[in-house]
């Protein structure tokens, strides 16, 4: 009852601080913070009331657009593809996009050999984030006739868990972190269940949240470890086309809303 009747989207952002509420000691006012609000959300906005254990210093090398692509992709990431090692076949499904594209060069400078999946517009800026092989998803069916993989992050999912299961070598894991609510719900079930019988590892990728999940990433940003990439940026008037440009598989990398 006591809930407005409409939510600001937007969970990532990067900001000045504008004021602080009783009881917070890690910032001040005028201090530069970046983080996931995704508890909150409201980014979409000039203003956003954020909790203080969402939030981190912003790197000073780093500018607030760049700042703000960090947070939720890069937790996504470094989390998706932690059980990577030298030598692994690690295939990144949903790879041209933000979390993705922070994905490749990880899983890539851990020694893995990297396949990413999309659409053909995206077949070369995968390679030049790090990927070794590229499939395009309209002409290809990553889980046939190719050599299985021990990592699988699919950040877009909607094949049959069978399907999943297919493309895994013996001991292999398989996680997603987006797409349909039904292909998740059947991954966390069925999927789990199938991956226990055939000595693979199946399942959501529950991401954790905050500074000390995010953090990481932002200093192999500063270092130049890891590149940013921002293909476009909009104002806030342009939020839905900056949406309609996301959701239609067209981002390279990340998309920035500017107040």
Request: aromatic residues 8%; hydrophobic residues 40%.
């Given at each position: 009852?006591?809930?407005?009747?409409?939510?600001?989207?937007?969970?990532?952002?990067?900001?000045?601080?504008?004021?602080?509420?009783?009881?917070?000691?890690?910032?001040?006012?005028?201090?530069?913070?970046?983080?996931?609000?995704?508890?909150?959300?409201?980014?979409?906005?000039?203003?956003?009331?954020?909790?203080?254990?969402?939030?981190?210093?912003?790197?000073?090398?780093?500018?607030?657009?760049?700042?703000?692509?960090?947070?939720?992709a890069g937790a996504i990431a470094l989390q998706g593809t932690h059980s990577a090692f030298p030598g692994a076949r690690v295939l990144i499904n949903g790879a041209g996009g933000g979390s993705g594209a922070f994905a490749i060069q990880v899983a890539t400078r851990m020694?893995?050999?990297?396949?990413?999946?999309?659409?053909?517009?995206k077949q070369e800026f995968m390679r030049a984030m790090g990927a070794e092989e590229v499939v395009d998803y309209r002409r290809d069916d990553f889980t046939r006739?190719?050599?299985?993989?021990?990592?699988?992050?699919?950040?877009?999912?909607?094949?049959?868990?069978?399907?999943?299961?297919?493309?895994?070598?013996?001991?292999?894991?398989?996680?997603?972190?987006?797409?349909?609510?039904?292909?998740?719900?059947?991954?966390?079930?069925i999927g789990w269940s199938i991956g226990r019988l055939t000595r693979r590892s199946m399942g959501v990728l529950v991401v954790k949240q905050g500074p000390a999940h995010f953090g990481p990433l932002a200093l192999r940003c500063v270092s130049g470890e890891v590149r940013i990439h921002i293909e476009r940026t909009f104002g806030l008037d342009d939020v839905p086309a900056a949406l309609a440009h996301l959701g239609g598989g067209h981002a390279l990398g990340k998309v920035v809303v500017v107040p």
């Open positions: 009852m006591r809930r407005p009747r409409r939510r600001t989207l937007g969970s990532d952002i990067a900001g000045v601080v504008a004021e602080t509420g009783r009881g917070v000691s890690r910032f001040h006012v005028g201090d530069e913070v970046y983080g996931d609000n995704l508890a909150l959300m409201g980014g979409f906005a000039e203003f956003a009331v954020a909790p203080e254990g969402a939030l981190a210093h912003k790197p000073a090398e780093l500018s607030f657009a760049e700042a703000s692509t960090i947070p939720q020694g893995a050999h990297v396949t990413g999946v999309d659409n053909a517009a006739s190719r050599e299985p993989y021990d990592l699988i992050l699919d950040l877009v999912a909607h094949r049959s868990v069978f399907a999943y299961r297919r493309a895994l070598a013996p001991g292999g894991r398989y996680r997603c972190a987006g797409g349909s609510v039904r292909s998740l719900l059947r991954v966390a079930t």
